[in-house]
T-cell receptor, first 113, second 114 residues
């Protein structure tokens, strides 16, 4: 019973392609996130949604577009992929009250060639 | 703004050695503090947390105490095992900032050798 699940786990694609990563959580949380982790393990928040509304949108290229059809899902679509987009993307969720634990998915390893 | 600074890695220890990973923070309000652990090939998971000053979080032999006077939350373990090899992230969640945004440190990679 995976709490935060994301697919695909591995994705290899060519520059210029468009790809999506899907995420679902079954914890009943009202806040979901996308994080990007680079090769040095640095973790950066990209987006955060609370009850399907975008509340955090860090400096991310417009080629990245999150979509939240409902509270339990937050998908990430990436247009015109570039080599620098190669990273691990983590979906996560939490309750909106600050101080609550963030639950992470297992990550999606994206390699752009 | 909020920030978290943690000890640079990588850290390499022998099995049964004592571990300390330093973490200090700056925050405008009264944050909750966390340590997350990331094992190879996995996502981050909560290791321990503390929600107010002088609280001690503990789990799996790891401990950290919320020190408001020194704005620190150092992670310690008395005797590390090979299975503790992972990346450790210190983080804070501050209710006075954007709801739902946590601030993470840069991570410290720990390798424990037998």
């Amino acid at each position: 019973d995976t709490a935060v699940s994301q697919t695909p786990k591995y994705l290899v694609t060519q520059m210029g392609n468009d790809k999506s990563i899907k995420c679902e959580q079954n914890l009943g949380h009202d806040t979901m996130y996308w994080y990007k982790q680079d090769s040095k393990k640095f973790l950066k928040i990209m987006f955060s949604y609370n009850n399907k509304e975008l509340i955090i949108n860090e400096t991310v290229p417009n080629r990245f577009s999150p979509k939240s059809p409902d509270k339990a899902h937050l998908n990430l679509h990436i247009n015109s992929l570039e080599l620098g987009d190669s990273a691990v993307y983590f979906c996560a969720s939490s309750l909106s009250d600050s101080g609550n634990t963030i639950y992470f998915g297992e990550g999606s390893w994206l390699t752009v060639v | 703004g909020n920030s978290v600074t943690q000890m640079e890695g990588p850290v390499t220890l022998s099995e049964e050695a004592f571990l300390t990973i330093n973490c200090t923070y700056t925050a405008t309000g009264y944050p909750s503090l966390f340590w997350y652990v990331q094992y190879p090939g996995e996502g981050l998971q909560l290791l321990l947390k503390a929600t107010k000053a002088d609280d001690k979080g503990s789990n799996k032999g790891f401990e950290a105490t919320y020190r408001k006077e020194t704005t620190s939350f150092h992670l310690e373990k008395g005797s590390v095992q090979v299975s503790d090899s992972a990346v450790y992230f210190c983080a804070l969640s501050d209710p006075s900032t954007n709801a739902g945004k946590s601030t993470f440190g840069d991570g410290t990679t720990l390798t424990v050798k037998p």
